[in-house]
Every structure is written in C-alpha cells, then in structure tokens.
T-cell receptor
C-alpha cells in the first residue's frame, strides 16, 4: 500500500512566524512531490512541487525541502500571513504508464495563522 | 476558459438512489480523475481516465462507475447510494506531459 504520512494534523502559527509541515513516504519509486493548498469550500490548488533530483525549491515565501535518503519532504511558509490559513496536502506521484501520474495524498494539515 | 467545472454543488440522496456527478473541462486535458475527500482522510482516488474511452480504478472504486466518451466530460455514477458515500467529491484534470493537476470546486454529497 502506497502511503504518504503527513504531520501535524493542525497547526497554529502567529502572523510573521514560520509554518512547517512534514511528510514522509515509503515507496522509493515516487518521483514527483507536490503540495496543494485548499481554502474552505474550494478545490485544492497546486502550490509548489519538487522532483527528487533537487533538495530544495523556493517560490516566494514557500519552500519545499526534500531529503531523499530519509524519504521525507517538508513545506516551509516564511512570514506566515492570515491569508495563508488553509488546509495543505502533500502528495507523491508515481508514473503509472500511458503518460499518467497517480498521486497519493497525505491526510492534510489545517493551518491557522493568527494576527 | 472555465477550467474544471462540477455539477451539482450540493446533493442530498436517500439510500439506494442513483445519481450522476458531472465533470467537464475545457482545457483539452487527456487525464481526468475523481477523488473523494473525507475528514481526516485526505483525498482518495476513485477512478481515473487517461483519454476518451479509457478508464481505470483507483484506490476506492467500489460503488462507483465512470465512463469517458469525450475528452471534455468524465461523469461519476453512483448506482445505489449508501451513507458511506457521504463525502465531498472532486474532479481533476491534467494535460499530457504536464504535472499540474487542476481540481474542480467539488460536489458535496449527503446520503441519508
């Protein structure tokens, strides 16, 4: 069973602080690691993604750190803002043939950024 | 460009009733998927399609049927609804050779 374990389930951070969400996977065949952001009542939207050939990717205030040997990856949100309050899902993708990636999602982290 | 659209937004069914959740995309994406989202369970793949006429099962396919007669549409059918199918359903699509998956706004289903 392919699994992606995400922690914590919920996170409260003060405005301006750093939010850190962690994920771990088991299957070394995974080769695509995206993070999705979901606001209440909306569908998830791709936030940032990384391939296993790099250890870090940064886009604005959002950074993915990837540790291939430990089979772990994490999302860091710098200078967290109340507008970042959402549920965040990590996922891992594996090429399944016919040009298709299948994503396995973590269970999500509800982030609340308080003023 | 509307992206991925889903109808209805909300539906209440009685146990044993059938219904179809509609999903359409106008981005000419080959790959489409259905997920269900339950509290504390993340997103679980129900069925997916790699192109018109081709579908396959995901992690939780029981109780659901799909078909893909056109590139644009990927309906999800519940043949005999059960309370365990109460969930929020998301449709998603992705272009060939692209990694970004686009999700629709979701359909909230309540089965009594």
């Amino acid at each position: 069973q392919q699994q992606v374990k995400q922690s914590p389930q919920s996170l409260i951070v003060q405005k301006g602080g750093i939010s850190i969400i962690n994920c771990a996977y088991e299957n070394t065949a995974f080769d695509y690691f995206p993070w999705y952001q979901q606001f209440p009542g909306k569908g998830p939207a791709l936030l940032i993604a990384i391939r296993p050939d790099v250890s870090e990717k940064k886009e604005g205030r959002f950074t993915i750190s990837f540790n291939k040997s430990a089979k772990q990856f994490s999302l860091h949100i710098m200078d967290s803002q109340p507008g970042d309050s959402a549920t965040y899902f990590c996922a891992a993708g594996i090429y399944s043939g016919a040009g298709s990636y299948q994503l396995t999602f973590g269970k999500g982290t509800k982030l609340s950024v308080i003023p | 460009n509307a992206g991925v659209t889903q109808t209805p937004k909300f539906q209440v069914l009685k146990t044993g009733q059938s219904m179809t959740l509609q999903c359409a995309q106008d981005m000419n994406h080959e790959y489409m998927s259905w997920y269900r989202q339950d509290p504390g369970m993340g997103l679980r793949l129900i069925h997916y399609s790699v192109g018109a006429g081709i579908t396959d099962q995901g992690e939780v396919p029981n109780g659901y049927n799909v078909s893909r007669s056109t590139t644009e549409d990927f309906p999800l059918r519940l043949l005999s609804a059960a309370p365990s199918q109460t969930s929020v359903y998301f449709c998603a699509s992705r272009g060939r050779g692209r990694e970004t998956q686009y999700f629709g706004p979701g359909t909230r289903l309540l089965v009594l």
